[in-house]
């Protein structure tokens, strides 16, 4: 899964590695990410799993981009549109087993089939649905019930003599947890980046007798130091005069703001590293700036390499904690670092 900007570590970097490595297709959100990756010569299978506007569906089939549908509407439009063009579209059927986002309800899974099977342009090459609390819990009650009814649809389109080639349900904590989840193929985000995709799969991962899952982060997020200078004692920090200080301070200006993705909420909680120490945050995150205390970090100086996320010397801020000082997950986290920052492949 390379949606959302491959989770915020670059779409195309991320797909090369990633196709180099071994994974077969791409999973992309949006038509607009399907076309990015199509543009740059990306000529494997792609799935866009997000919606497609209707407006949208010829760019699909246009770019030969594999669609998930859930939709009686867009069959027709689908079937005219590849008439047209002379050209065949891959549907995969997404089936609504208890997530309550995209799927079509189990009693309407055959009628769909039926009326895309009137078009033999109309390809149904893929059934497949989403978990909704794997993460979130340590008992998958409810993701057993939502597989047994995912199998469910399987036996119906047996029983139905509809033959779909591949059938997909499972996504990094399944794909870790349960191997029963695995059929055809599985979509992992998350854990491909190196991130649990919470503390609650990681406990599940060792209470199981298997050998454990190793994850190691790939992403580091780093700024410089855009300004020093000596503060004294009592003065007002930023936007808002959040912070006062309550000590003559050496403040380091670093050149990284909300815009860029760090969270406007992290103002005053979080650390960033600086030569393998933690520098607190005062006061506000503005748009493109935040201040850090480096008065206990002898030698910090202009143009410093800052770690925002990532490694530095013996000490590390991850991700996740960044997310839990800001009662979010690690996957809002990265997927929040604007496009607009230069991703470095080390
Ligand atoms: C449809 C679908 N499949 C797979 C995934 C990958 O999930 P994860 O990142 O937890 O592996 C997502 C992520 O949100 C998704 O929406």
Not at 102 to 126: C, H, M, S, Y
Not at 295 to 319: Q, R, Y
Not at 322 to 329: C, E, F, H, M, P
């Amino acid at each position: 899964m390379v949606k959302a900007n491959a989770y915020g570590h670059g779409i195309l970097e991320v797909s090369k590695i990633a196709l180099r490595a071994g994974a077969d297709w791409l999973g992309v959100n949006s038509l607009e990410e399907g076309i990015i990756l199509r543009k740059k010569g990306f000529d494997c299978p792609i799935l866009i799993v997000g919606y497609i506007p209707l407006d949208g569906l010829k760019g699909a089939v246009i770019h030969d981009l594999r669609l998930i549908v859930y939709n009686f509407e867009p069959v027709d439009r689908l079937a005219r549109i590849c008439r047209l063009l002379q050209k065949k579209a891959l549907l995969h059927l997404k089936v609504e087993t208890g997530t309550y986002r995209q799927g079509i309800r189990e009693e309407d899974v055959l009628t769909l089939i039926r009326k895309v099977q009137e078009f033999p342009e109309l390809v149904i090459e893929g059934v497949s649905s989403h978990f909704a609390n794997i993460e979130d819990t340590t008992d998958h009650t409810y993701a057993k019930f939502q597989l047994e009814s995912f199998q469910r649809v399987l036996q119906i389109l047996k029983d139905n003599n509809v033959e779909v080639p591949i059938k997909h349900i499972s996504c990094t904590a399944s794909a870790i947890l349960f191997p029963e989840t695995y059929f055809d193929m599985v979509r992992t985000g998350i854990g491909m980046y190196g991130l649990w995709p919470s503390k609650e799969t990681y406990l599940s991962c060792l209470s199981q007798k298997r050998k454990p899952v190793f994850l190691k982060p790939v992403l580091s997020w780093k700024a410089k130091i855009a300004q020093i200078k000596k503060v004294p004692r009592g003065a007002f920090i930023g936007y808002g005069c959040t912070y006062r200080t309550t000590r003559e301070t050496l403040l380091a200006v670093l050149s990284v703001g909300y815009y860029d993705g760090y969270d406007r909420s992290l103002s005053n909680l979080s650390y960033v590293l600086i030569r393998g120490m933690r520098a607190p945050l005062r006061g506000r995150v503005a748009m493109n700036f935040i201040m850090v205390d480096v008065t206990d970090i002898p030698g910090a100086k202009l143009e410093d390499e800052v770690v925002l996320i990532g490694e530095d010397g013996e000490d590390v801020i991850s991700a996740d904690e960044l997310a839990s000082l800001v009662g979010t997950i690690n996957y809002e986290i990265v997927t929040r670092i604007n496009p607009h920052v230069a991703r470095i492949i080390v």
